[in-house]
DNA sequence: GTACACCCTCCAGTAGCTAGAGGTTCAAGC
DNA sequence: GCTTGAACCTCTAGCTACTGGAGGGTGTAC
């Protein structure tokens, strides 16, 4: 049996998060001692790896419910959760098109940048002008 | 003299997050009918304009704000804003190589997905178990 | 039996907005 | 001058995914 500081070190968790994500339902509120602390077994162990791991690919709390749910019903096609996947994948590789635009502008004004006064700088001259941008970067966001 | 709502519809922002950028101090208090609804010259015009467009670009309202800051005085040298773009630029490069290890993995996970019961589903295989993972990808974020 | 690390609950705060309730003002048309 | 309706006002709460702290209780080793 681990105590929740125990499982926060074996998940590289917090222990606040993990009290979290029993709050919101994804971790099953485990067993209790006589003083009304925590304890967890193996299947805590599984769950909160499970979504921990899914968060450093970036799933969404969501998406990770979503996930587990699937994964509790092992008799169910696994479409649902392939879908799941690609439909991250998708929002991933739109976020790197988002992001290599807004490299290539930042790069171009920091080349630009010679290094004198702020009335001359070109940083902030693109920024109060945007006709100055070669790409529309429409969307605000990650 | 623009309403909020014409000046919302200028610089494509919503009223809602005009009113928020004076809240915290990014818009001045602009002046006010004397029912009490508020009227934008050029000046606020401009400084949203270019809120919006360092938004576009990525920065922080933090950023930004210090980035307001240098802009409103034209006699100090410009080495501070092109630091905080270059610090910025840095941050997009490093999203970004992230982001490229999400997608090697989540498309070796998609890939492999054959599509029979989730007792079998490579997806959900993956997730639970970290040492299928070819990459480490430590950190949770964007 | 006493330290002391660890646990408990509850509340507030982070970024950057967004939405809604409930009420007032402005400008156009008659 | 009066009415109508869109647009405005303030205030509060909500979103994601946690994180930190206050104030107090528990478990275990010595």
Redesign the interface.
Known sequence: MLTIGALAKRTGTKVQTIRYYEEIGLMPEPGRTGGGQRRYGEDGL?RL??IR??????FSLHAIRE?LN??D???????E??A???R??KQ??Q??AR??A??T???R??RE?S???????R??EV??D?SECLTD????G?
Request: net charge negative; hydrophobic share 35%; charged share 30%.
């Open positions: 599984d790896s499970f791991h899914a968060r450093q690919l970036g996930l699937l994964s019903q092992p008799n169910r096609s696994c479409d959760a392939d799941i996947a690609r991250h994948l991933v590789e976020r790197m992001l290599e807004l490299r502008e930042l790069k004004m920091v940048c290094g004198g006064r702020t009335s001359d700088c940083v902030l920024l109060r945007h970067h429409e969307e605000i990650a």
